[in-house]
């Protein structure tokens, strides 16, 4: 990939804001020492019950806290993820929902974590300080070089920038390089000391091996719950198809063989219509046992893969398709399936909700993640839960710890992104 260079004009922008950013961090340094003393003073107060009543408010605000810095780390190419243990599902709102309330609180070892990353960013915070006294410090100088100096020497005192007692011109040319020094190091050295905060924000602020399992955990166990469902869900489908469908016609078939052999001696017309009849009931028979197989995994998909699948299904779309991929190998076929039925169900969804007429799908791989996009120029407000198969999508993901993204604004478009961690299998470039 090309890499853009960057202009001086984007790099003080880039600097500007992360001075901006530093301040805030600094900000919330201060305000660590506040939230660190109320809450520890009303935790201590939980012994004798009367600090229950503050706990889940200061909570609620420390968590927050935490969370605009972990925010702040990912900007800087350092993500922090929320270690904090799911809410009980069910909390009376009564002094027994409170208590379990609190208990859930301090039961968590990511509350002891906040505390003591609140005790230590009292410090460690006003680092993002930083970059704003760089801006200052070189501010001063080149306003000490345009001229400043002069009533300070004029009251017989110099002034002193860095090394250099400014006092006359040449020192305030010095001061002025020397600010220009400083300035440079404030348009390259804020972010960099940002990232090394984001750091301590992730050792403190992120989750502990053991939460990470937990976490794991609780997701296997949803997905798999979610798999065997759609698993269930695509039995009762196959079996409700072949019971209305080829069972049907098969049925249908038998009989009609058998007034054929009534009707042969009798009445030799009759029994050739039947026939007809017959063979043109096998013919439908065997359609939708292919329109079945079809539908458990298209032949298209298993001989040539999801780029040309992905191509058939924008083909057989009355709506405007266009499809992109990039995939310089097959993937696993359960993958292969996951998102080919995924767009097929999205496509579906533009043409019957959306009321589109435009619809781009593009599909790429990166750093062993299948990425695919399908946008549509619909009327937008697209919802899980207003039933159009989205959650179906979603928990058919999640099978393979997938994700899918939606930004669906009302007045569209909408565009739906989807991930799925998978490794290439054999050699093959498509591309349309």
């Known amino acids: 990939m090309k890499t853009v260079p960057v202009t001086w004009r984007g790099r003080v922008g880039r600097a500007t804001l992360d001075t901006l950013v530093g301040v805030a961090i600094a900000t919330g340094a201060l305000l660590s020492v506040v939230l660190f003393v109320t809450t520890a003073y009303f935790v201590i107060l939980c012994v004798i ?6 706990l889940p408010y200061l909570t609620r605000a420390v968590r927050r806290l935490c969370d605009l810095n972990r925010r702040a780390a990912a900007r800087y190419g350092v993500p922090v993820e929320r270690p904090y243990r799911p809410e009980p599902e069910v909390i009376e709102k009564d002094i027994v929902g409170w208590m379990r309330r609190c208990k859930w609180i301090l039961a968590d070892p990511a509350t002891w974590r906040d505390l003591l990353w609140l005790l230590l960013n009292c410090v460690v915070g006003l680092v993002g300080f930083v970059p704003a006294a760089l801006l200052y410090y070189a501010g001063e100088g080149l306003f000490l070089a345009c001229g400043l100096w002069r009533p300070l020497a004029d009251d017989g005192h110099g002034r002193w920038y860095a090394f250099v007692t400014v006092g006359s011109w040449p020192a305030a040319l010095a001061a002025a390089l020397l600010a220009l020094v400083v300035l440079t190091g404030w348009l390259f050295l804020g972010a960099p000391v940002l990232k090394g905060y984001a750091y ?32 269930a869900a695509e039995l009762r489908r196959i079996e409700r198809d072949l ?59 298993a ?130």
């Open 49 to 54: 019950g009367i600090g229950f009543l503050a």
């Open 200 to 231: 301590f924000v992730r050792f403190l602020l992120g989750p502990t091996r053991q939460s990470q399992l937990a976490s794991r955990v609780q997701h296997l166990s949803e997905t798999r719950s979610g798999a065997l469902d759609i698993q």
């Open 243 to 301: 019971h209305d469908g080829a069972q049907a016609r098969l049925v249908s078939l038998g009989l009609q063989l058998g007034a054929v052999d009534r009707k042969m001696t009798q009445d030799p017309e009759e029994a050739r219509r039947l026939l007809r009849q017959a063979r043109t009931s096998s013919v439908q028979a065997l359609r939708e046992l292919r329109d079945l197989v079809h539908g458990i995994h298209p032949p298209v998909l």
């Open 303 to 432: 001989e040539r893969g999801l780029p040309d699948a992905l191509r058939a299904l924008g083909l057989a779309s009355p709506l405007h398709v266009t499809v992109v991929v990039d995939l310089p190998a097959r993937l696993p076929d359960p993958v292969e399936s996951a998102v080919y039925f995924a767009v097929s169900e999205l496509l579906t969804n533009a043409l019957k909700h959306a009321d589109a007429q435009r619809v781009e799908v593009v599909a790429w791989r990166e750093d062993d993640t299948l990425h695919a996009r399908v946008t549509d120029d619909g009327r937008g407000g697209a919802d899980v839960s207003a039933g159009s198969g989205l959650e179906g999508i979603r928990r058919r993901l999640a099978s393979f710890d997938g994700v899918l993204e939606i930004d669906s604004p009302p007045g569209g478009p909408t565009v739906m992104k989807m991930e799925l961690p998978c490794a290439l299998s054999s050699p093959k470039t498509s591309s349309s």
